[in-house]
């Protein structure tokens, strides 16, 4: 797998850092900590995010200037929410 690396005999696993899509995603993380970055055009109803192993987090920015609701998304071993609006 590409979070995979070897290190003198040793493997170790790379959280990976997952951009969600203007479509429907489903989108699994590593056995790392894993980082799942959206924004109000991105998250969707629909999306599913499972974040495997690891303290997994999923972020979520809003830059849109209208008032936005954060839909329902089907979600599992996801352990931190961050939710910012940067306007």
């Known amino acids: 797998q590409d979070n995979l690396k070897i ?3 040793q493997i170790l696993i790379v959280p990976d850092n997952l951009p969600l ?3 429907i995603d489903a989108i699994a993380g ?3 900590n894993d980082t799942f970055n959206a924004t109000q055009a991105t998250l969707q109803a ?3 995010i499972v974040g495997g ?3 997994d987090t999923l972020n979520i920015v809003d830059t849109g200037t209208a008032a936005w ?3 329902v998304i089907a979600n599992s071993g996801i352990e931190t ?3 910012k609006n940067v306007n």
Do not use: I, Q
């Open 7 to 9: 290190v003198k005999n």
């Open 21 to 23: 899509t203007t479509g």
């Open 30 to 32: 590593s056995a790392g």
């Open 46 to 48: 629909g999306d599913a």
């Open 53 to 55: 192993a690891g303290s």
């Open 69 to 71: 609701n954060v839909p």
């Open 81 to 83: 929410v961050s939710l």
